[in-house]
């Protein structure tokens, strides 16, 4: 795989954001240590993670910001603790702990880092119940894991339509300049308004088409007609359809 290098800048307290299928970000912070977030799609996308950062500089923590596969290939490489929220370490309890090891730290609604400067993680779910945000306050830089996908269609086989989009609404509040997606490229605070507007007209869409009598079977059909969707997510779709049909009752 390529690892395509999105974004470096500055020699200190420098941001390198690695992404193929999905993003993994290095992050240089002020004493010199690195600190990853999420590790890479593969274990093969892992290694390169773990090459890269290793060496970058002593690597502080991997903090993961959820607990879908893909976001955790190369967790096993890594010596320093491994820290996700609660739910999330307690939905990695179905993988094959060989390959995903349990992280070694949990929080329950939030957790602030100092290394320098602040670093805040903090639960949000919506996208899965595990999802959290890393904000680094000082930098005005925003990690928000799968609650964007940017320029592609989101993840929504287990969502939780109401909170995800709830919680971008909040999120657009906050003070950020730079926000880093779980897939696709970064952008500004506009990506997470772009986020939530796409899974409005979403649900609006579902709602719709119930209300003029649809079955399941044809509002699926003019999802796939609206929007490019891979055919490996065909039964993703079908799962949101019916979510936002029980969450919007
Ligand atoms: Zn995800």
Partial sequence: MNVMLKRERGSQMSLTVLGSIVN??????????????DTGGTAEDGKQVYERATAMGPVAFVLNTHEHADHLGGNKFFDCPVIASAPARSAMGKYNQELYPLPDISFSDGL?????????????????????????PERKLLFVGDLV????????????????????AKLETWDVDEVVPGHGPLGGRDILKKQRQWLEAFVADIKDWQAAGHS????????????ETPDRWHD????????VIEQYR
């Fill in 24 to 37: 993994s970000s290095l992050v240089t912070l002020k004493d010199g240590q690195i600190l990853v977030i």
């Fill in 112 to 136: 602030t880092l100092y290394l320098g400067e602040p670093v805040e993680l903090q639960l949000q779910g919506g996208h899965c119940p595990g999802v959290s945000t890393i904000y680094f």
């Fill in 149 to 168: 996908f940017n320029g592609r269609m989101p993840y929504m086989g287990v969502a939780d339509f109401r909170l995800w989009i709830d919680n971008l």
């Fill in 216 to 227: 399941q079977e044809e509002m699926f059909a003019r999802v796939l007609e609206k929007h």
């Fill in 236 to 243: 993703m779709v079908k799962s949101a359809i019916r979510l």
